[in-house]
């Protein structure tokens, strides 16, 4: 099956991801890493733009038509990038102070709190299965904060770890944010990909300029200096690529939502053996096991809900 195949395609594509932006900002200068990876991805989709506006009359596919949108909903747009600027941002800084084995898993813990969205703002009611659902992935993620404090990890009161939590949380409030600009606003996924991507970039701007700043002051503050590499570069090409086949997939009719989803989610997997093999991580089996308990919770939340 195609569709599937492109889904595997994308969840590998989003552990690339995880672990590319984890070698871009290790002892790097987290607000210089974002500025840049955003800055690739609004080029990228800002030619794309161009083109589409210099060649009207041709067929784009679905996954990179951008419709044009009035100011509210330019507005709307420019709205998703500070939240997810915001998410980004925190998830960055955790990302360069944890290890990936820890900061991944509790990545990936996103539908929890999107249910919990739901349940409190959306009239939502889990079904028993994800009642069970959360009570696995709580589980689960209670043995992972174990497994944690054996490398001297306080999940209670690591910051890092509080920055990784608030930034699934944010990740998850644009979750629910999508789904209004796509089913309510009626707007195509690439419309707002394109748009996010573009409006990232101002986003990012003042983080930046604060470092350059506290970088040249007389009495200059311990700010990471910056060093170039060439993972900064495929940071946004590698989201972009899996957001495509994850689009990709779910446009093909035959294609399972409550499939395509829970197994996208599997990019933990390749983002902890990934990430584990280049930064010679510890206790891997038992990482393993906690994420695989997360996505046997996820898979429950996803596929039966009411």
């Known amino acids: 099956m195609t569709w599937m195949v492109l889904t595997l395609i994308s969840a590998s594509l989003l552990g690339l991801y995880d672990v590319t932006k984890k070698v871009s900002v290790r002892g790097n200068a987290v607000p210089i890493v974002l500025l840049l990876s955003v800055c690739v991805g609004a080029l990228i989709w800002s030619a794309l733009l161009l083109l589409q506006t210099a060649l009207p009359a041709m067929d784009w596919p679905d996954w990179l038509r951008v419709d044009a949108i009035d100011r509210w909903g330019h507005l709307a747009l420019a709205g998703k990038s500070v939240l997810v600027g915001v998410s980004w941002t925190l998830a960055f800084h955790a990302l360069k102070a944890l290890p990936l084995s820890i900061a991944a898993p509790i990545r990936s813990t996103s539908p929890l709190w999107t249910l919990f969205i739901a349940i409190a703002f959306l009239g939502e009611r889990p079904t028993p299965l994800q009642w069970l659902g959360i009570a696995i992935v709580l589980g689960s993620f209670w043995a992972l904060s174990i497994v944690g404090s054996q490398e001297g990890i306080r999940f209670r009161t690591d910051r890092a770890v509080w920055w990784m939590v608030a930034a699934t949380i944010l990740g998850a409030i644009s979750s629910v944010y999508d789904k209004i600009l796509l089913q309510e606003f009626g707007y195509s996924p690439a419309t707002v990909q394109a748009w996010f991507s573009v409006y990232l970039v101002p986003v990012m701007v003042p983080l930046a300029v604060?470092?350059?700043?506290?970088?040249?002051?007389?009495?200059?503050?311990?700010?990471?200096?910056?060093?170039?590499?060439?993972?900064?570069?495929?940071?946004?090409?590698?989201l972009l690529a899996a957001d495509m086949a994850y689009f990709t997939a779910?446009?093909?009719?035959?294609?399972?939502?409550?499939?395509?989803?829970?197994?996208?989610?599997?990019?933990?997997?390749?983002?902890?053996?990934?990430?584990?093999?280049?930064?010679?991580e510890y206790n891997l089996w038992r990482k393993i096991a906690c994420v695989l308990g997360i996505l046997v919770g996820v898979i429950l939340l996803m596929m039966f809900g009411s």
């Open 250 to 280: 779910l446009s093909d009719p035959e294609a399972l939502l409550s499939v395509v989803s829970p197994l996208r989610r599997a990019s933990v997997i390749v983002t902890l053996i990934a990430g584990s093999r280049m930064s010679g």
């Open 210 to 238: 604060r470092w350059y700043r506290e970088q040249n002051a007389d009495i200059p503050r311990p700010t990471a200096p910056f060093e170039f590499r060439r993972s900064i570069l495929l940071i946004s090409p590698l």
